[in-house]
């Protein structure tokens, strides 16, 4: 089982920039899918980004692309979120999650491991 640890989330202004980061433990981080999900209160959790093991395929939900950025660095076992023109919507937990795959994991059904989540907070 691998360990998922978030960090980098925070209170931010409408317009700002937050960067999350998400470090696992275990020697097999680079060989598999991982994603970002977000759950706003009373709301189920849902996919925000996805990346497969190389870090050549991403995908996006629709509400985040053009925005937010995901990528991978498999030597520091670390993936990120790059978060941009923050939206009062965006405020949620955000969790990062491996895949039981190499491909991009979009469906948290195929998650094979959760971080604890970090908050994002956006103020308008």
């Not at 491996?98 to 991009?104: D, I, P």
Request: net charge positive; charged share 20%.
């Amino acid at each position: 089982q691998v360990q998922l640890v978030e960090s980098g989330g925070g209170l931010q202004q409408t317009g700002g920039s937050l960067r999350l980061s998400c470090v696992a433990s275990g020697r097999t981080f680079s060989s598999y899918g991982m994603g970002w999900f977000r759950q706003a209160p009373g709301k189920d959790r849902d996919f925000v980004a996805g990346i497969n093991w190389s870090g050549s395929i991403t995908e996006y939900a629709d509400s985040v692309k053009g925005r937010f950025t995901i990528s991978r660095d498999n030597i520091k076992n670390t993936m990120y979120l790059q978060m941009n023109s923050l939206k009062p919507e965006d405020t949620a937990i955000y969790y990062c999650a491996k895949g039981r795959f190499a491909g991009v994991l979009r469906q948290k059904i195929l998650a094979a491991d959760w971080g604890q989540g970090t908050q994002v907070t956006v103020s308008s």
